[in-house]
Structures are given as structure tokens and as C-alpha cells.
């Protein structure tokens, strides 16, 4: 009988500097210099020749998707290649040649790995072989496919109750990967399915479904040519999603403006040089911002509110600024918000967002004489206490404009990875859809349970309370991603297995449950074949279109398995035959799984033929001005209130932030090159007003400090770095911040971490 062996593990990993250089920020993106460090890293990663040749399939109609974020393709990809610099960084991170095997295993404890930094840690290379972390032991061990399965089957039989056991999922995962899972974890018994959206966009889909009555975007790619205007609104599309510049460049050029409102002044929102064109290489560029609202964080009610309160006094001097025709035909509340702003002075207001009056007259003044309006946003939004209602306001805005379900005009929140909003369509969530759990015993012949499960923050809790036992991952790296590091570890840690679904070694493989297993999988760049077959997965982009995704590159080992075959097994050996779905049948047959997921989910009817090609849009209410499901059958507006923070003289509200060099917690590199900060991630921009008052100099140490229900955190050594942020603001990286973040604050209704308005004191080291 084996006995628990405690191990010494670093959950932060160093908090020592590596050599930190500074220049001067960027007054543009992309161009020569984005296309020459993506090279450089696929080439590091996978050499020359398969790189140029994986390259030319990625975001192609018969290759694969990118695996970064969930950007659309455009119906006719660029022959020079539709990807970006970040999505080349992607793929050489996922096709690396570099292998993580049992001898590697061997020579490194978990003990040992942990005291590595996150960008070391994913620098190791492919997981290619099952592998036992077994609680007696500080190395892990390789296991056969059969073992692993049988072992998580005797933990989850061991549960006294279904919810007992935690399924996360990751943006990553395929439709019909997450399709199957979801179908598993209710078959299992328990509608506890966190998912990564919980963390990020989930604030977005209830202030959507509250207001428009579905849960996404309403824009197609192609609005963005049509734009009158576009908000950029608390996002970066320049380093997090880069391909968006080319959409904002088309805008421009055909007489689009472009307003962005964001605490930091962003590279890639002031010029963009396509490197797919010989003026992005030759020229200047194309200058992308014509207005520039630097709020302070987390103050975009105010300002938005402001907008609105000003452009209500044009409507009623000089009439025609607001849409009335469209107010009263699809929208309720609209005299309510009417009477709320009249609450609020412009002095306030002003005062609150930071903003020069000046600026925002301009800005009023461009959405008062157009219609077209988009507004875009993403976690400069939702990561906030009220999360929700930054975007409700943001639809307020749009339904005054009568922006929404025509050519040009509506919402778009831009997802982070690549199928997080596929996963939530096809059925992973942790409410109860009584319509989906019809479907599901209508098709499969078994009950779904009726009992709401738990998100990300309160399946943190239930961990660390001894309340859930067994948590599985199908994807991401769980610790680095969540917030409140240090309780997090702690829950993991209490859980009696932890299993993590994966392509490569993260900080989640090293912070376990007593036992843990690690199960790789396939790329979605490499080459998916049964029987000699190749087979296709099928993804949905952030504007809701399905299509389908093909690898090519042969797989890093014969001993990978796909995501629905680890599934597939895993149900099978719980199960063993004793349960109306053929698990190991249906997880093998992906044509049979988008079979099934036609009859549960709307709008997949023929999913198998209209996903190839260019796919197909699923339904949008929104875009057709359908409000039925909503009270009154019309689209609301929202009384939102300011945000409260109760800052102290020597607070600062922190945002947590991405580095170039990053996408989501996958660290690619170490440089910053667009903030012009090189070699260092362990650094806090603070506004030079701000560290004369604190008697800081460039590169001073401090440690940040946050302080919540009476429990102290701290991110200890970050360097200082004056920046263009507005006083009383600080950015830092994460995941290095998240520790700062507190597990039970989070947004109303969405339960998003803070992530984005954390408030902190400063400690001079």
C-alpha cells in the first residue's frame, strides 16, 4: 500500500530577474519585424522546411486552424498565408521538435520542474507517452492507455457522488472532443464542467443573452469593411489577436473611423504595416486609431455613460442622433435609461473616466452622425466586479445607435482561444439547459442530471474544501490560468486524482492531486487517421461560423491519441458496457459524433457535409433582429451602475495584462517588443507622476501587495517601469499577478476573477 509522499513544490516558480533591457515603445505593428521573429521561432522549433510547408496549410480551407485565437478566416485566405505572428508562435510551440519523455521524466523530479519558470517549463517540448505521477513518488512514470483509463474509472466508482468530480475544459478543444465530453460528464452524473470561458468571456455571454438573447457576436467579418465606425474597447487586438489589424485596415480604407478606449496606448491600435502588402513593408503604414480615449481602469461606465448623457442633449437639440424608428420597434427600457443618466453630471462623469472633455466631444460627435457602429471589446471588459455590466452598457450604446442587424454595425466580443465558443455551443457549461438535456435523452436515451454545477471559481473552492476529489482537464493549464495561485494549488493538491489532457508540459502537470496522470494528445496541426483515414475535427470562430479543421504533420509519437479517443476510453472503461452510448464506437467515428451533435445541438443539421469548405454560420437572433425569447420580444436596455472601489491614499487599482510574447498563459519568449521591454516579464508599468510621489526610479523593486477579507498575497520582486498609464493605475503581467487575484471576488452573475481592476499597495524591496 502506498503512502502520500509530500512534496516540495514551487507554485509560483523564481521571482528572480533575467536581464532586463528597455527602448522605447512601438509606434506600430506587425510589418517586417513581426514576420522575421515568427520565422525565427517556427524555424528554432521545427526547422526550415517543416515549417514553410505547415505554415502554408494553416487557416486554409483544406488545413488545419490555427491553435492561438479564434479570429475568423476570410472566405478567400491570403496566398501568402492567412496567420499572424503570434499564430506562427503558436503552431511552433504545438509542432516543436522537441520531445518531454519518460527519460526526462526520469531525470527531473516534479519537485525540481516546479522551481522552473513558466517559459521554461513550456520550453521542454511534446508530451508523447501516458505518464503516473503515483503519490509515493516525486518522478513520474510511464503507464499503458489501458492502466490510465482503468485507474480514473476505480477514482471515479470511489466518489460518494458524482459531483464529487471536477471536467474542465480548455478553448482548445475540438467541437466533437467537447461535444463527447460534455456528454460523458452528465452521463457520469454531474453538470460540474468549468470551463476556460468562465475565466475570461463569461461576463460577455450573460450580458449578451440578457440583453439580445444569445450569448455571442452579431458581427461577420466582412461588417468590418462596411464599418462607420469601430470601438476598440479594454483590448489589444495587436498582440492578442493580430489578424484583426488587417480588419481594422480594410475599415480605414474605405472611410471607416476608428476610436479606441484603453488605459495603455497600444502599439497595434496606433499603425499597422501589413506584411502582406508591399506598402506595409515599404510605406508608413496605415495610422488605425483617430481617437484615443485613455480611461482609467475600469472607468468605462463612466465614460460610456458620459457618451450617451452627450449625445442624448445632440438628439434632442438637433434630433436624428439617435435611431427612434428602431428604439421603438425592437427595443424596451428605453425611457428608464433616459431618466438614470439624467442622475449623473457630466463633471462627475468626466472626472471618473479620466478622459480630456475635448477627446470624448470628438468621439461623440463621430458616433452621433453615423450608424454603422461596431463595438468590439475583450477582457479589459469582463474581468472586472462588473464585468456584465461594462457590456451591457456597450449595448445600450448600440441599441441608441440602432447599430445592431444590419451591414456594419453590431457587437463583437473577440474571443481568446481558438474553439472556446465552439465548446460552449455544443453543450459544455455548468447551468442546466433543459431544452439541451431533452435532446440529449431524446438521442442517447439516458437522463441528464438536473442540478446546477460548478464554474471555475467554485470548483476552485470545492477542492479546497475536500468537496470534489477528482479533477480531469481537457486541455489548458488550470493553475496558471485561474486566479488566487496559491488557493488553487491548494485545491488541486487536495484532490485525491488530477488528469490533464495535453500536448505540452505546463505548471498544472507539476501542482497535482496525490495521484495524477498526464494523457497526450494530438496536435491540431497533426495528421488525425483511422484505418489509414484521415479524419477531420470541425471548430467554431468568434463570429460563429463552424468549419472544419485537417492536420497534416505527422505526430510527434505513434503512442498519441486523439482528444475523443481518450475520451471514448475513459467512458468505456467506467461504464464497461453498461450504458446505452457505445463509447468506444462513437469516440472513434467523428462523421457519427457531428451525426449526433446535428440532432442535440440547433443549427449542426448536416454539420458532416456544410463544414467543409468555408463552413457555415450558425443562427443569430441578433443579426435578425429577432428578440422573441426576451421579455416583451425586444431588446433591452440596462439601468448600470458605476463601479465601487473604495481606494485608499496608498492603493493603486492593478490590471493584469499579456505580454507580446504570450498568448493566454503559453509564454513564447521574453520580450515585450511593442511596450519596448526586452528579456523580462517580471516588471509593473506605473505612471512617472506616480513614482515621483512614491520616491521610485526606473527599475526600483517592489513587491505588489493585495489585501482581501483580511488575507494578505504578494508578488514579490517586479520592476518598475514608467509608462504611459493613468495615474492611480498599474499593469503587470500574468500569470505572475495571479496570485493577487482573489478567488471569491469576482464579477455579479458571470463569476469572472477581477483580474482587471485588482486593488494593491506597493512595497519598495
Keep these: 500500500m502506498s503512502t502520500t509522499k509530500k512534496r516540495n513544490i514551487s507554485v509560483l516558480g523564481p521571482n528572480t530577474f533575467t536581464g532586463i533591457k528597455l527602448k522605447e515603445p512601438a509606434v506600430y505593428a506587425a510589418g517586417v519585424p513581426a514576420v522575421k521573429v515568427a520565422l525565427q521561432h517556427a524555424f528554432k522549433e521545427m526547422g526550415v522546411i517543416k515549417s514553410l510547408s505547415t505554415l502554408s496549410h494553416m487557416n486554409q480551407k483544406d488545413g488545419f486552424d490555427c491553435p492561438g485565437c479564434a479570429w475568423p478566416d476570410p472566405d478567400k485566405p491570403s496566398k501568402l498565408g492567412e496567420y499572424c505572428e503570434n499564430g506562427v508562435k503558436a503552431l511552433a510551440e504545438e509542432a516543436t521538435?522537441?520531445?518531454?519523455?519518460?527519460?526526462?521524466?526520469?531525470?527531473?523530479?516534479?519537485?525540481?520542474?516546479?522551481?522552473?519558470?513558466?517559459?521554461?517549463?513550456?520550453?521542454?517540448?511534446?508530451?508523447?507517452?501516458?505518464?503516473?505521477?503515483?503519490?509515493?513518488?516525486?518522478?513520474?512514470?510511464?503507464?499503458?492507455w489501458r492502466d490510465a483509463y482503468t485507474l480514473i474509472a476505480q477514482e471515479l466508482h470511489q466518489l460518494n457522488s458524482p459531483d464529487e468530480?471536477?471536467?474542465?475544459?480548455?478553448?482548445?478543444?475540438?467541437?466533437?472532443?467537447?461535444?463527447l465530453y460534455g456528454l460523458f460528464v452528465r452521463a457520469f452524473g454531474t453538470n460540474n464542467m468549468p470551463d476556460c470561458s468562465n475565466m475570461c468571456h463569461e461576463s460577455s455571454g450573460v450580458a449578451l443573452g440578457e440583453t439580445l438573447g444569445i450569448g455571442k457576436g452579431s458581427v461577420k467579418l466582412k461588417d468590418f469593411e462596411k464599418a462607420e465606425v469601430i470601438m476598440v474597447i479594454g483590448q489589444n487586438p495587436g498582440t492578442n489577436h493580430p489578424r484583426m489589424l488587417t480588419a481594422l485596415q480594410k475599415?480605414?480604407?474605405?472611410?471607416?473611423?476608428?476610436?479606441?478606449?484603453?488605459?495603455?496606448?497600444?502599439?497595434?491600435?496606433?499603425?499597422?504595416?501589413?506584411?502582406?502588402?508591399?506598402?506595409?513593408?515599404?510605406?508608413?503604414?496605415?495610422?488605425?486609431?483617430?481617437?484615443?480615449?485613455q480611461v482609467k481602469i475600469n472607468q468605462d461606465v463612466s465614460l460610456l455613460k458620459l457618451i450617451i448623457k452627450k449625445l442624448a442633449i445632440a438628439?434632442?437639440?438637433?434630433?436624428?442622433?439617435?435611431?427612434?424608428?428602431?428604439?421603438?420597434?425592437?427595443?424596451?427600457?428605453?425611457?428608464?435609461?433616459?431618466?438614470?443618466?439624467?442622475?449623473?453630471?457630466e463633471?462627475?462623469?468626466?472626472?471618473?473616466?479620466?478622459?480630456?472633455?475635448?477627446?470624448?466631444?470628438?468621439?461623440?460627435?463621430?458616433?452621433?452622425?453615423?450608424?454603422?457602429?461596431?463595438?468590439?471589446?475583450?477582457?479589459?471588459?469582463?474581468?472586472?466586479k462588473n464585468g456584465v455590466e461594462n457590456i451591457k452598457e456597450c449595448v445600450n450604446l448600440l441599441l441608441l445607435k440602432g447599430s445592431l442587424g444590419k451591414p456594419g454595425a453590431g457587437t463583437c466580443p473577440v474571443r481568446g482561444h481558438s474553439n472556446v465558443q465552439g465548446d460552449r455551443t455544443v453543450g459544455i457549461m455548468h447551468?442546466?439547459?433543459?431544452?439541451?438535456?431533452?435532446?440529449?435523452?431524446?438521442?442517447?436515451?439516458?437522463?441528464?442530471?438536473?442540478?446546477?454545477?460548478?464554474?471555475?471559481?467554485?470548483?476552485?473552492?470545492?477542492?479546497?474544501?475536500?468537496?470534489?476529489?477528482?479533477?480531469?482537464?481537457?486541455?489548458?493549464?488550470?493553475?496558471?490560468?485561474?486566479?488566487d495561485t496559491e488557493y488553487t494549488a491548494e485545491a488541486l493538491q487536495n484532490c485525491d486524482l488530477t488528469v490533464n489532457i495535453s500536448t505540452k508540459l505546463n505548471r498544472t502537470h507539476l501542482v497535482t492531486g496525490k495521484t495524477a496522470l498526464i494523457l497526450p494528445t494530438l496536435g491540431r496541426s497533426e495528421l488525425d487517421e483511422k484505418d489509414g483515414k484521415p479524419r477531420f475535427f470541425t471548430v467554431e470562430n468568434s463570429m460563429g461560423k463552424v468549419h472544419q479543421s485537417k492536420g497534416l504533420l505527422k505526430p510527434a509519437s505513434e503512442n498519441l491519441k486523439s482528444e475523443p479517443e481518450i475520451i471514448g476510453g475513459i467512458a468505456d472503461a467506467y461504464f464497461n458496457g453498461a450504458h446505452p452510448v457505445d463509447w468506444k464506437t462513437l469516440s472513434e467515428?467523428?462523421?457519427?459524433?457531428?451525426?449526433?451533435?446535428?440532432?442535440?445541438?440547433?443549427?449542426?443539421?448536416?454539420?458532416?457535409?456544410?463544414?467543409?469548405?468555408s463552413g457555415f454560420y450558425l443562427p443569430n437572433n441578433t443579426r435578425d433582429l429577432d428578440f422573441g425569447k426576451l421579455p416583451n420580444q425586444r431588446a433591452q436596455f440596462s439601468i448600470?451602475?458605476?463601479?465601487?472601489?473604495?481606494?485608499?491614499?496608498?492603493?493603486?487599482?492593478?490590471?493584469?495584462?499579456?505580454?507580446?510574447?504570450?498568448?493566454?498563459?503559453?509564454?513564447?519568449?521574453?520580450?515585450?517588443?511593442?511596450?519596448?521591454?526586452?528579456?523580462?516579464?517580471?516588471?509593473?508599468?506605473?505612471?512617472?507622476k506616480d513614482m515621483n510621489t512614491y520616491d521610485l526610479k526606473r527599475l526600483d523593486v517592489i513587491n505588489l501587495i493585495s489585501c482581501y477579507d483580511n488575507k494578505e498575497r504578494k508578488a514579490a520582486n517586479f520592476l518598475v517601469v514608467p509608462y504611459s498609464i493613468p495615474q492611480g493605475n498599474l499593469a503587470a503581467y500574468f500569470p505572475e499577478t495571479n496570485v493577487l487575484v482573489p478567488y471569491n471576488h469576482f464579477a455579479d452573475k458571470s463569476h469572472t476573477p477581477i483580474s482587471k481592476s485588482i486593488i494593491v499597495q506597493i512595497e519598495k524591496v
Design 97 to 144: 521538435n522537441k520531445q518531454v519523455d519518460s527519460d526526462f521524466f526520469a531525470k527531473y523530479s516534479v519537485e525540481e520542474l516546479s522551481h522552473w519558470s513558466d517559459y521554461h517549463i513550456g520550453k521542454s517540448g511534446r508530451l508523447i507517452q501516458p505518464m503516473i505521477l503515483r503519490s509515493d513518488s516525486i518522478h513520474y512514470k510511464p503507464i499503458s
Design 165 to 179: 468530480g471536477v471536467f474542465y475544459t480548455s478553448g482548445r478543444s475540438s467541437n466533437e472532443a467537447a461535444f
Design 251 to 293: 475599415c480605414k480604407e474605405n472611410g471607416g473611423k476608428i476610436i479606441s478606449v484603453n488605459p495603455l496606448e497600444e502599439a497595434g491600435l496606433i499603425r499597422f504595416k501589413n506584411p502582406q502588402e508591399v506598402k506595409g513593408v515599404l510605406s508608413s503604414g496605415t495610422r488605425l486609431t483617430d481617437i484615443h480615449l
Design 315 to 345: 438628439d434632442k437639440e438637433r434630433g436624428n442622433v439617435f435611431d427612434h424608428k428602431f428604439i421603438e420597434t425592437y427595443t424596451s427600457g428605453y425611457s428608464a435609461l433616459l431618466k438614470d443618466i439624467e442622475h449623473y453630471s
Design 347 to 384: 463633471e462627475e462623469l468626466l472626472e471618473l473616466s479620466g478622459v480630456t472633455e475635448t477627446l470624448i466631444d470628438k468621439a461623440v460627435e463621430l458616433l452621433a452622425g453615423n450608424n454603422k457602429i461596431i463595438i468590439c471589446w475583450a477582457m479589459g471588459l469582463t474581468q472586472h
Design 431 to 483: 447551468h442546466v439547459s433543459p431544452t439541451l438535456n431533452e435532446s440529449i435523452e431524446k438521442t442517447f436515451g439516458f437522463t441528464p442530471p438536473d442540478k446546477e454545477g460548478l464554474d471555475t471559481v467554485h470548483a476552485i473552492e470545492a477542492m479546497h474544501n475536500g468537496k470534489a476529489k477528482v479533477f480531469i482537464a481537457l486541455g489548458g493549464n488550470f493553475l496558471s490560468a485561474a486566479s
Design 589 to 613: 467515428d467523428y462523421e457519427l459524433i457531428r451525426e449526433k451533435i446535428g440532432h442535440v445541438i440547433k443549427g449542426f443539421d448536416n454539420v458532416n457535409n456544410r463544414s467543409k469548405g
Design 640 to 688: 448600470c451602475g458605476l463601479p465601487e472601489h473604495k481606494i485608499k491614499e496608498n492603493e493603486f487599482i492593478l490590471m493584469t495584462i499579456r505580454s507580446h510574447d504570450q498568448f493566454n498563459t503559453t509564454i513564447y519568449g521574453l520580450d515585450d517588443r511593442y511596450r519596448g521591454i526586452y528579456n523580462e516579464r517580471r516588471i509593473v508599468l506605473m505612471n512617472v
